[in-house]
């Protein structure tokens, strides 16, 4: 009796071992859902900074620009501002003033002053750069000081002016100019300009000045 009772029970453990083995097979059933993240750890010491990447290039040919000459942000100009002298001028010579608030001491020394006459009642007006000597008259101007400047008309042989050519006018203010210490010219910045022999329209261009 005991030699069969051992045999059975024998058996019965080699049984339950199979079906012990069968169910925890990963063939059978699905995995469980993943359990709740835990908590972050602490944060490690920062590495090492990175090496200075390379300066890139200036350009296309990996040189700097050259620095642009004077432009309208130094340079003071007015509107055409219409002319205050008499339609008939009976008198050898005239003058009138022209408000400049602009026209500091320091452009007076340095700088340089410019005023433009423009005729409108010709079929193609024109403008004229002063000084400028007109159907014997001298059209000019001069600085009376900060501010001021004064425009002129005198005839050349003593009679009247008569009509006025210059229906309005325009003065440019150019800080800073040095002369260039040969030709009489201008320097403003790395370039010499000799505005007595530009047109107005040649000025105009150089500082983006539009009528």
């Known amino acids: 009796m005991q030699t069969k009772a051992n045999v059975v029970y024998g058996v019965m453990v080699f049984f339950l071992s199979g ?6 097979s990963a063939e059978d059933g699905e995995t469980g859902p993943a359990g709740p993240a835990g908590p972050q750890g602490e944060q490690g010491p920062a590495g090492p900074a990175g090496a200075d990447g390379a300066d890139g290039a200036d350009g296309a040919d990996g040189q700097d620009g050259a620095q642009g000459d004077t432009g309208t942000a130094n340079v003071i100009y007015s509107d055409w501002i219409d ?20 026209l500091t001491q320091e452009i007076i020394d340095e700088g340089t ?19 400028q ?9 001069r600085v009376n000081g900060v501010g001021n400047i004064r425009l002129t008309i005198a005839s050349l042989d003593g009679s009247a002016v008569g009509s006025r050519v210059m229906e ?8 800073g100019g040095q002369p260039d210490g040969g030709g009489g010219g201008i320097t403003i910045k790395s370039s010499t300009y000799d505005f007595s022999k530009m047109s107005y329209e040649e000025v105009a261009a150089l500082f983006g000045i539009e009528d």
């Open 113 to 131: 002053v410019l005023v433009y006459g423009r005729n409108i009642v010709l079929p193609s007006p024109e403008i004229f750069p002063l000084p």
């Open 168 to 175: 309005d006018y325009r003065y440019i203010l150019i800080p």
């Open 83 to 102: 002319s205050e002298f008499d339609t008939n001028i009976t008198d050898p010579a005239a003058g009138v003033d022209l408000s400049a608030p602009g």
């Open 19 to 24: 079906l012990f083995l069968v169910s925890c």
């Open 133 to 141: 000597i007109i159907s014997g008259d001298n059209h000019g101007f």
